[in-house]
Nanobody, 124 residues
Framework: QVQPVESGGGSVQAGGSLRLSCAHPKRAFRSYLMSWFRQAPGKDRTFVAGISWRERTPTYSRSAKGRFTISREDANDTVTLEMNNLKPEDTAVYYC?????????????????WGRGTQVTVSP
């Protein structure tokens, strides 16, 4: 089964930055909208940002807008999430996945092929 591989997580202090990368192997998801989600302990997986394939149109959650930037480079089969001005409430495991169904971009049920995620921890 083809799954993306997330990397770039780590521990930072509030106000710091991290750059997450999602590699989708074998060019399997090159024509799909790709999104980042996150899941904190005991909470549901929630949408962070997504980017369309052809137009490269980004969509952000309210909490991510203005602080995070999503981009994709299909030549390298990667999707990147630049995160600035991080806050403790951003602490979570971050996942990327291709959108395989036609429902709302913010709904995790519209995605398949989840990777294992990468941990982001932001201390006060």
């Amino acid at each position: 089964q083809v799954q993306p591989v997330e990397s770039g997580g780590g521990s930072v202090q509030a106000g710091g930055s991290l750059r997450l990368s999602c590699a989708h192997p074998k060019r399997a998801f090159r024509s799909y909208l790709m999104s980042w989600f996150r899941q904190a302990p005991g909470k549901d997986r929630t949408f962070v940002a997504g980017i369309s394939w052809r137009e490269r149109t980004p969509t952000y959650s309210r909490s991510a807008k203005g602080r995070f930037t999503i981009s994709r480079e299909d030549a390298n089969d990667t999707v990147t999430l630049e995160m600035n001005n991080l806050k403790p409430e951003d602490t979570a495991v971050y996942y990327c996945a291709p959108k395989t169904r036609v429902g709302p971009i913010q709904s995790a049920t519209e995605y398949d092929h989840w990777g294992r995620g990468t941990q982001v921890t932001v201390s006060p």
